[in-house]
């Protein structure tokens, strides 16, 4: 064809029924190809053949199980047939452990990973709705070791998550540390905490009053006994910026991301009987429903692991495996303890505030406040009482519940006694109502659901190695950078919390 | 003078006896400038020698020559520590920083022009809390607000800088 092709053009450029390459070499202009019928046509002949090679060892690999090829038209916002794990919830944790999952995994295309998130404008997703903070102030040294390797991860982001030609990541981490105050009653949980903190190596002091009145002249020290300032690795970020960056750096390893909702599990169940003669079912997940938004357009996922990291609506993914639905006192009788609790920011002007210095204030009273920007805005909150706590089927707020804070926060800085609050809005925690800390590992009936959730207000600072430890677990099969195993299910089913002791 | 090079450290030892000390007898701290380089693994070594003690006082600047050798002359005052560091246009960082930590005394840092050090250099600074006095962070590229909003941790610091 090609060869007929240039016969023609050489016709025209020669004026004459010669056609031999001397003629061509004067009209290279019009003509590019050296017609003969030597060398260069069977050249072409075999460059063909292995085009064609290839194209034939495309179309076996599309015919065998397992590949992506079907014969009907599909909506390409489908998630694919096939993905070895299935991460339900696209926010800071999922995007974190799809990302470490491509990044531990030993060959390219190793595992393929589909994250699923129910709402492509994360309009409730707990992750941007958060203040930001991280700190190392826990009383629990798994706490501590995940805050400071957090930290780590995010002073070199960008050796982790840069990806080629595009812009750096800025997470405008403000390094203003936290400080708690502590009135006499808790003083002394303090100063444990602090020796637990300084084990574990993160960088914290302690100051007497006087000392703080000197570092923070703006507060009124009444009352404080004892305060604790976080001097590195603590103050506040942009969880935006962080969640981009995670969801950014995981799509260009390979990850897929799918817009729709997990409306079900489709799975096998194994009925042993224990030594007593109790039947305890197995279950075993083989297809994840993913539901397309505002359609009733379904695709089963056939995977092989799911990890739940939905946040607050944890609960509910647990619940379509039948966590917690069966009889009492048994342990598929225990659900997943994660509900979703609603807490209020208020964005509050003062210009006579405590200015660009104010670090991260946590006050025994329960509240708390930080800067927010250069303009003399700061936010504040407060975690209400047991009695007190918000509906959760929306996310509007209580302008009245400010008025819990702000005798509070007048008290402990007096030039917030003339603030206006600007603006608010509310989040949803992930709040694990056993002991309010994160759930990490497999579930004991089913065996192939991994928990990363339930972290109560702490996901946000720790995802980063959250994720690297789901990667281990799920890669490795057993933590190998920091220990988790007091975060698993098992505390849960053996009814023994570990609970934070934190001065609020 | 100082001149400094962005590749090769300079050392130049100019001897100066700060003999009209008023307070205290001249045995106190000398005034060293270094100019680092993370190549230089004798420096870091030198720096993590922990016996410095006071012996007599000087202001000496200590700076390698154009070939990028230091004199040995600072071998001489290894019981004195580190007053004053200036590691200007240098490729330092925050892993950079761990041949500091242990220069409980010092008085002046200079970081001006140079394009590692970011906010998380910054935060780290308070290890120097009681005695930096003067910082210069100027011509750092990579210093933004949240950096500067953990410089209060330095108490006595006078800072001046610009971008």
Redesign the interface.
């Known amino acids: 064809m090609s060869m007929w092709k240039g016969l023609h053009m050489t016709a025209r450029a020669a004026h004459g029924i010669h056609v031999s390459s001397r003629f061509i070499h004067k009209h290279t202009r019009l003509c590019t190809r050296n017609i003969s019928t030597s060398r260069p046509v069977q050249n072409d002949f075999f460059k063909d053949l292995e085009n064609q090679f290839k194209a034939f060892r495309e179309k076996a690999a599309d015919a065998m199980p397992g590949s992506d090829w079907t014969p009907f038209e599909k909506n390409s916002s489908l998630p694919p047939e096939r993905a070895d794990i299935v991460i339900v919830g696209g926010g800071v944790v999922g995007w974190s452990i799809a990302y470490w999952l491509k990044q531990k995994e030993m060959i390219r295309d190793g595992v393929r990973v589909l994250v699923v998130e129910r709402d492509p404008t994360y309009s409730q997703a707990s992750t941007v709705l958060s203040a930001g903070g991280i700190r190392q102030q826990f009383s629990l040294p798994e706490n501590i070791h995940l805050s400071m390797a957090s930290a780590d991860f995010m002073?070199n982001i960008n050796e982790h998550l840069s990806v080629l030609n595009d812009d750096p990541v800025d997470l405008?981490?403000?390094?203003?540390?936290y400080l708690f105050l502590a009135s006499e009653k808790v003083a002394h949980i303090m100063e444990e905490n602090y020796s637990t903190q300084r084990y574990a190596g993160a960088?914290v002091s302690l100051l007497s009053p006087t000392q703080l009145k000197e570092?923070c002249p703006w507060i009124n020290t009444d009352g404080v006994v004892l305060a604790s300032y976080g001097?590195?690795?603590e103050?506040w970020f942009d969880p935006w910026m962080l969640l981009n960056a995670f969801r950014r750096k995981a799509i260009s390893m390979g990850v897929y991301q799918c817009f729709g909702e997990v409306t079900g599990f489709s799975y096998t169940t194994n009925t042993m009987t224990t030594a007593e003669g109790d039947k305890v079912d197995f279950r075993r997940i083989k297809y994840a429903n993913v539901q397309m938004p505002n359609s009733l357009e379904y695709q089963p996922v056939e995977c092989a692991i799911v990890v739940n990291a939905a946040g607050a609506l944890s609960g509910k993914v647990a619940e379509m495996m039948g966590i917690g639905l069966g009889p009492k006192d048994t342990i598929s009788g225990i659900p997943l303890p994660v509900e979703p609790r609603k807490r209020f920011i208020y964005v509050v002007h003062c210009p006579n505030g405590p200015g660009?210095?104010t670090p991260f204030l946590v006050d025994y009273s329960g509240v708390y406040f930080r800067?927010e920007g250069?303009g003399g805005n700061y936010i504040a909150g407060m975690s209400p009482e047991e009695e007190e706590e918000p509906e959760t089927n929306n996310l509007e707020v209580d302008h009245q519940f400010f008025q819990n804070i702000w005798p509070h926060l007048a008290h402990r800085v007096p030039a917030f006694e003339c603030l206006k609050v600007k603006s608010a809005w509310a989040g949803f925690y992930d709040y694990n109502t056993f002991d309010q800390n994160g759930i990490v590992g497999m579930h004991p009936l089913v065996n192939n659901m991994f928990f990363a959730t339930g972290f109560s207000g702490h996901g946000l600072q720790h995802s980063p190695a959250i994720g690297r430890a789901m990667a281990e677990l799920i890669l490795d099969g057993g933590f190998k950078t920091l220990d988790l195993s007091a975060f698993s299910f098992k505390r849960i089913m053996t009814k023994e919390p570990i609970l934070e002791r934190n001065i609020v | 003078m100082r001149r400094s090079c962005r590749q090769v450290t300079l050392l130049s030892a100019a001897s100066r006896y700060w003999s009209s000390s008023p307070v205290a007898p001249p045995s106190k701290q000398s005034r060293l400038l270094l100019f680092l380089s993370q190549r230089f693994h004798d420096i870091e070594t030198l720096l993590s020698w922990s016996s410095w003690f006071k012996n007599r006082g000087q202001s000496e600047w200590f700076r390698s020559d154009r070939r990028g050798k230091f004199s040995w002359d600072f071998m001489n005052h290894r019981d004195t520590s580190i007053e004053e560091v200036d590691v200007g246009n240098t490729l330092i960082n925050?892993t950079g920083l761990e041949n500091l930590v242990k220069q409980r005394g010092l008085r002046t840092l200079s970081v001006s022009g140079c394009a590692e050090v970011d906010?998380?250099f910054?935060?780290?600074l308070?290890i120097f809390q009681d005695t930096l006095e003067e910082l210069d962070i100027s011509n750092c590229p990579r210093i933004?607000?949240?950096?500067?909003?953990?410089l209060?941790?330095l108490?006595y610091t006078d800072q001046h800088g610009r971008k």
């Open positions: 002073r405008q981490f403000n390094h203003s540390g960088k570092k001097l590195e690795n103050g660009l210095d800067r250069l | 925050y906010d998380w910054l935060s780290r308070y933004s607000v949240g950096g500067l909003a953990a209060q941790k108490r």
